[in-house]
């Protein structure tokens, strides 16, 4: 098993999340309306360091910019609240946790249509039955030859929970130990979703001319 | 067959790629791929594809308003709590824009840099970093090696660190070297050059990354009276410590990153 977060953060991959990390999240900010100078320090030392990374994985779950920052700010505000009562060990996985969750809140909300949230084998299955079969083997050098756009429309073209393990392991480089923290999910099931994301660009790209 | 994808071997190979396997299981990887040759083909489509995102896909950078907004946040001031953030955004929304701006000067004013305290373990790195330059200004003989030719320190240091060392001539800029000495960081041995300005010092160590490190732009921070400035490439990063002001420091640093620079570009010149 890998070492959890504790804290107010650590919520299971499903979302919404449940009900008692919510009260938590309330009975912390309910305290008092002045962040603790402890709060704040550890958010300078947790959080700061990694806006880039939260920033890039908000804008690819969500798909836009301006939606982007409302997140990032959103999951900003959360994280300085639970940082009054924890401390963290993995601070970047734990921010993309923080990230992550307040995107699939945000994306429930305003995309339902576009996101598959569930952690079912099946439907998961089902949304990789589309991947056409192995062979014949695509040609690595239309991989090699896929510009900027035909790569960002591939990994934009990936379900959601397929997209945020290759957008934390090839564009963020989080090690599989840091995004099975960051998903809340065994390092195996990081490694068949990238194995299953992988395959669909691959794919994809040997595919498209 | 998309069972395929899931069976043992493919996720062996994907965390082939992705440096995941210790010595054992990449020597696992080899043989295979030396006995299966779509097993090796899949492999060259892995590492492919996984250039390629890294080559092409540009690294997402937070807007500085959003930086802005985050870094106001860690003040004392002015944060608001989580349980008001969605309403209070939709009353602030029609100036976000001018608040944002707002925030971007007041941040810029008060010296954006200072807020930017490094992870923890940085702060054993910057203590005996400094320590090292006290030590130095205390006994008199900052270096071990004392020279203003670049041509002289680079041997000196090869002779007794392992690889290439970044030694860059700035006396035109006004920070004429002092020489050399090795500083100790942990158990780590790192190279040091000292320079001068009138009769301050200026310390730059040459630290390893650590595994994955990011390139970084120059930040400030203080310390124990002392001005510190650390950035990083790809392959280093760099711990700048100085008696001189803030701004001076910030000269010295974009000088030498100029120079360090340049000198690469000659370097890879045959």
């Known amino acids: 098993m890998i070492k959890q977060f504790n804290g107010t953060a650590n919520m299971p991959a499903m979302w919404p999340a449940p009900a008692a990390a919510k009260q938590n999240f309330r009975a912390i900010s309910g305290g008092g309306n002045v962040t603790s100078e402890l709060a704040r320090r550890r958010f300078t030392e947790m959080v700061l360091p990694h806006l880039d990374d939260a920033y890039g994985l908000a804008r690819w779950l969500t798909g836009n910019r301006s939606d982007a920052e409302d997140v990032v700010q959103d999951a900003c505000m959360r994280a300085l609240a639970s940082l009054e009562a924890t401390t963290v ?9 923080v990230v992550r969750n307040t995107a699939f809140t945000w994306l429930a909300k305003n995309r339902p249509r576009t996101v598959l949230l569930t952690d079912d084998a099946q439907l998961l299955e089902a949304a990789a039955a589309n991947e056409p079969a192995a062979s014949p083997d695509p040609e690595e050098a239309l991989i090699t030859a896929a510009d900027q756009a035909a790569l960002a429309s591939a990994i934009d073209a990936l379900p959601h929970l397929f997209r945020e393990v290759v957008v934390m392991r090839d564009l963020n480089g989080l090690t599989y130990r840091e995004i099975a923290a960051a998903i809340g999910a065994p ?16 794919d994809r790209l040997g595919r498209d001319k | 067959m998309n069972d395929t994808r899931d069976n043992p071997t493919l996720l062996l190979l994907h965390a082939a790629v992705d440096g995941e396997l210790d010595a054992i299981g ?16 899949e492999y060259d489509r892995l590492v492919a594809l996984r250039d390629a995102i890294r080559a092409r896909i540009p690294r997402e950078v937070a807007s500085d308003s ?20 969605r309403r209070l955004t939709q009353i602030i929304s029609p100036y976000r824009s001018l608040a944002a701006s707002l925030m971007v000067g007041v941040v810029l004013g008060a010296g954006a840099y200072g807020v930017f305290v490094p992870a923890p373990a940085g702060d054993d790195v910057q203590q005996a970093i400094v320590a090292g330059f006290v ?9 071990d090696i004392v020279t203003s030719d670049r041509h002289t320190v680079k041997p000196w240091f090869a002779g007794k660190i392992s690889g290439p060392t970044t030694v860059v001539d700035l006396a035109a800029d006004g920070f004429p070297l002092v020489g050399g000495r090795i500083d100790v960081v942990g158990k780590t041995p790192v190279p040091t050059l000292v ?19 990011v390139a970084s732009e120059p930040t400030h921070q203080s310390r124990d009276g002392f001005s510190l400035m650390r950035w990083a490439d790809n392959s ?3 711990e700048v410590v100085s008696d001189l002001p803030p701004a001076e420091l910030s000269t010295f640093c974009a000088a030498f990153r100029r ?12």
């Open chain 1, 187 to 202: 390092v195996g099931t990081v490694m068949s979703r990238l194995a299953r994301a992988r395959g669909l660009l691959i």
């Open chain 2, 26 to 41: 990449t020597m696992e990887v080899e043989a295979k791929l030396a006995a299966d040759r779509e097993l090796a083909s």
């Open chain 2, 259 to 270: 120079a360090a620079t340049a000198e690469l570009e000659d370097n890879a010149k045959p």
């Open chain 2, 135 to 143: 030590r130095g200004r205390l006994s008199d003989q900052p270096v």
């Open chain 2, 195 to 213: 320079y001068r300005r009138r009769e301050h010092q200026i310390a730059l160590s040459e630290l390893p990354a650590p595994p994955r490190n």
């Open chain 1, 89 to 97: 060990q993995q601070p970047r996985a734990w921010l993309m946790t």
């Open chain 2, 236 to 238: 280093h990063s760099y």
């Open chain 2, 66 to 85: 959003l930086r802005a907004r985050v870094i106001s946040m860690a003040r004392a001031d002015g944060t608001p709590r989580p349980g008001a953030s």
